[in-house]
């Protein structure tokens, strides 16, 4: 399917999703359940491992785990996230309004995270923001942002595009793909996200450099 329409691509956790709120308690409940000792089970160490594909992030916190061992700590995760995703669950401010924005000026939105269409689906429609994203590219096995970010372009064949994040995976999907970043310092990484073509420290100031790029 191509659109050759503009494309504001979005990284989700830390850009979109204030993932903290729901997913830092899952884990530090789960990585306790799991054995791991509570000085180590900190928001800073759980957040460092936001945007992370999960086979990175789970060797992260259960190192020399077997993969089935590592496959219960995702399930059990996956569990209480959903379990209170409906009710914790926020995106940052001026999302919806940026969204619109983008839409009104013919530039078509899509989601690149590295996690998989379940969790981006749940945390879409939990944020009540499903109905504004028009393409999700999820994680696919094996790969990295910034191959899935290539796969997403080469389905869609914008005319133009930007990647929008907060971690270092998200300007070097856009590095290497060729396209414009913007990085969030407002997210989990802010360092990381310094390293992007343009810097931002709240949502609003996505809106007017994505209409320059790409309108």
Known sequence: MTTHQPLAVFDLDGTLNRTDLFSVPAHQQTLKEFGVPEE?????????????????????????????????????????????MKTLARYYDGVPEMLDALHQAGIQTAVCSNASIRYISAVLNALRLMDRIDHIQHLVD??????????????????????????????????????????????????????????????????????????
């Not at 789970?58 to 020399?64: A, N, Q, R, S, Y």
């Not at 396209?179 to 100031?205: H, M, Q, W």
């Open 142 to 215: 094996g790969l990295d942002k910034c191959v899935t970010l290539g796969l997403l372009l080469d389905r869609l064949e914008p005319s133009k595009a930007a990647m929008v994040g907060d971690r270092v995976f998200d300007v070097e999907a856009a590095k290497a793909n060729h396209v414009p970043s913007i990085g969030c310092l407002y997210g989990f990484n802010p360092s990381e996200a310094s390293k992007a073509d343009y810097t931002v420290r709240s949502v609003p100031e996505i809106t007017p450099i994505l209409l320059r790029l790409l309108g």
């Open 40 to 84: 180590t089970c900190t928001r800073e160490f759980i957040l460092s491992a936001y945007g992370m594909r999960w086979e990175d992030y789970m060797e992260l916190f259960l190192p020399g785990r077997d993969l089935e061992t590592k496959r219960q700590y995702i399930r059990r995760v996956s569990q209480l996230e959903d379990a209170s």
